[in-house]
């Protein structure tokens, strides 16, 4: 297996705070990889970071052989990554069809509405909301829209932040089945940053540990998952 | 609520015994301060029964319901008919209106030319604005020192007002990329008084105080509106006998069609990519620079985009007036054009068409207590934000369609998927 992203010795700051203290991950093509750590452990910093906001102040990211690390934002998701941000992000005022459109800006609109169809083949509930407004969606239905517009890019790497954020645990499912399912039939690449460690690990090949900025384990979802203190850190009372 | 109206009405006489209840004047013997409880009085009653009225109108729906659904759905139907009535009744005014007339439809247009043109940097775009005027100034200097100059013509010089205007925007543009809201309101209001500070100082170009007079009417093609006499003026070409008001005629028309084409464009604007980049922008960032949309570029066209529009309207101001300074680009022009936009509903075409009639033709029409006129428009503004306030035309229609919307989702509902 090839690395489709890999970082190395990754920093990052906030003004004088260190949020990433070198930073070592790899994601391997047709992958899915998740991030989890606790609040504040430096998880969404790292998403940006590989987005270029902040930029990484040592270290180097390289994304499908390429130094990405001093590219700006809007170049390095021209080259086949896309976010679905923290907190979910949609347009509240604009529909969920024009939602979806922003995903794909810049593309031919042939390729963007075959896209979008395979996006309401994964989530059929989008196409009954085409025309409603973002805002006006439920939490899961807006969480779905947020992996929809990240999609209509076709992208290579797909950068999940906190899908199941505030979501009950049936959609949680619903989400994470999806993925998996896109991971499954299309090859997708998968970084899932996660604070529900034991569904993430349950659906990532591997897994990362992030705590105050520094990764301190890594392997398989299944191994991370039966360690002690795993269990004891991230796991208690969280089935 | 008597108890809250007689609270509001105490509040107002400890404001306003000091300002309306006392009347310094000049006696024999030196100042002699006299009271004037008969107006205090009635300031204080108005504003007792004022509160009052506004609280049994409160009453009478339930709180947290400003605009309610159905007035929305309502206007918004309205809004298909009432937008062909306006655009007939606009193209053939000059036929049922005098002269009078003529003037303030130039005027109501040339705002809301303004007005569209700020709209697409602060109703799609979501840049609060405060220094527009900047680029009127721009578009009216660029055509009365090229026409004055260089004697080039106002169709000739129209389009490189645009431009000049344009790269203005984008001038402006540069140094507030990185602020939003209130530090990129400050920023563009400072801009729009450099800007006029510059015109105001630079006596060699600009004239200074004393401005450019003498600009020239513009010309449909090649005919002048003149009482000459010589075989190139309109009358003489058609036969006509002179007169002054088939220039105002014209004029009325060049800026009908100036308008109509800033509304054609923003319209085509919002169905493209880019005028969605520009919403979404509006709506979030942070969000748009995840989906790998390039924040500066998109900023950036908004700002000379509106900009351009702006310089069309100046040029057009500076051929109409024959006369431009300084004076006329102050901040109390952005502030209206601005007033219009957010009176209008924030991006809402037939808003801005609407807010400009009603302040532009309204304050003409009080012309006559022309003491009240900015009284009338300030209790009009608190008016207008308490009942409405998103706009007068505050619903978002979607840019796009699928026509089969609806047999899909039966569709899907028939699979039991909801």
């Known amino acids: ?239 | 609520m008597v108890r809250d109206a007689g609270l509001s009405a105490l509040v107002a006489l400890g404001l306003f015994s000091s300002m309306i209840g006392v009347r310094m004047t000049q006696g024999d013997d030196g100042m002699t301060l006299t009271g004037r409880g008969g107006a205090l009085a009635a300031v204080v009653a108005a504003v007792f029964v004022g509160r009052l009225i506004m609280l049994a109108w409160r009453a009478r729906r339930p709180a947290g319901t400003p605009s309610p659904k159905r007035v929305d759905a309502g206007l918004s139907r309205i809004g298909r008919y009432v937008a062909p009535v306006f655009l007939i009744a606009a193209i053939a005014l000059p036929l049922y209106g005098g002269r009078y007339f003529l003037d303030t439809g130039i005027l109501v247009l040339t705002y809301i030319m303004l007005g569209w043109g700020l709209s697409i940097v602060v109703g799609l775009a979501g840049l609060l604005d405060l220094g527009y005027v900047a680029f009127y100034a721009v578009g009216a200097y660029s055509y009365a020192l090229l026409s004055t100059t260089y004697h080039l013509g106002f169709w000739t010089t129209l389009p490189i007002a645009g431009v000049l205007a344009a790269i203005w925007g984008i001038i402006l543009g540069f140094p507030v990329l990185r602020l939003r809201g209130d530090y990129l309101a400050i920023v563009t209001l400072a801009f729009g008084e450099i800007i006029r500070v510059v015109l105001l100082n630079w006596t060699s170009l600009t004239g200074g105080p004393n401005g450019i007079t003498d600009i020239p009417r513009p010309t449909l093609f090649g005919l002048k509106f003149n009482a000459s006499g010589d075989a190139d003026t309109f009358a003489t070409y058609f036969g006509l006998d002179y007169s002054v008001t088939q220039r105002f005629v014209f004029l009325y028309y060049v800026i009908l069609g100036l308008a109509l084409l800033t509304n054609w464009v923003s319209l085509r604007l919002r169905r493209l990519p880019l005028g969605r980049a520009w919403e979404a922008l509006r709506e979030d960032e942070i969000a748009c620079r995840a989906l790998g949309i390039n924040v500066t570029i998109t900023k950036l066209t908004a700002f000379a985009i509106g900009a351009m529009f702006g310089g069309f309207a100046g040029a057009f101001f500076a051929t109409r007036q024959a006369f431009i300074s300084p004076e006329s680009f102050n901040f109390a022009e952005s502030a209206m054009v601005l007033a219009i936009v957010v009176l209008g509903g924030m991006g809402s075409q037939l808003g801005v068409a609407l807010a400009a009639l009603v302040m532009i033709g309204g304050s003409e029409l009080f012309r006559d207590f022309a003491e009240y006129r900015m009284l009338i428009f300030g209790i009009g503004l608190v008016v207008m934000m308490v009942v409405r306030p998103r706009g007068l035309v505050s619903g978002r229609t979607p840019s796009i369609f699928l026509g089969k919307r609806k047999d899909i989702a039966a569709d899907l509902v028939a699979q039991g998927r909801g």
Do not use: W
């Open chain 1, 1 to 239: 297996m090839s690395a489709l992203l890999q970082l190395t010795g990754v920093t990052a700051f906030y003004g004088a705070i260190q949020a990433l203290k070198g930073v070592d991950l790899v994601v391997n093509k047709g992958e899915i990889v998740t991030l989890i750590g606790s609040n504040g452990a430096g998880k969404s910093t790292l998403m940006m970071t590989i987005c270029g906001n902040p930029r990484a102040r040592n270290g180097q990211i390289v994304y499908d052989g390429e130094d990405i690390t001093r590219l700006p934002t809007f170049e390095i998701m021209r080259r086949g990554l896309a976010q679905s941000p923290e907190g979910r992000r949609i347009f509240p005022r604009m529909s969920v069809h024009e939602n979806l459109l922003m995903g794909a800006y810049g593309r031919p609109p042939a390729e963007a509405s075959q896209d979008m169809e395979q996006v309401f083949t994964l989530f059929p509930r989008l196409k009954e909301r085409m025309a409603q407004r973002g805002g006006t969606l439920s939490g899961g239905e807006q969480q779905m829209l947020a992996i929809g517009r990240a999609l209509m890019s076709r992208p290579r790497l797909l950068l999940l932040d906190e899908p199941s954020l505030g979501l009950a645990p049936l959609v949680v499912k619903l989400i994470f089945g999806a993925i998996r399912e896109l991971n499954r039939t299309t090859g997708l690449t998968v970084l899932l940053v996660e604070q529900n460690a034991f569904q993430a690990l349950r659906l990532a090949h591997r897994g990362y540990v992030l705590v105050n900025g520094a990764i301190t384990m890594a392997g398989p979802g299944a191994e991370l998952l039966a360690r002690p203190e795993i269990r004891a850190a991230y796991l208690e009372g969280a089935h």
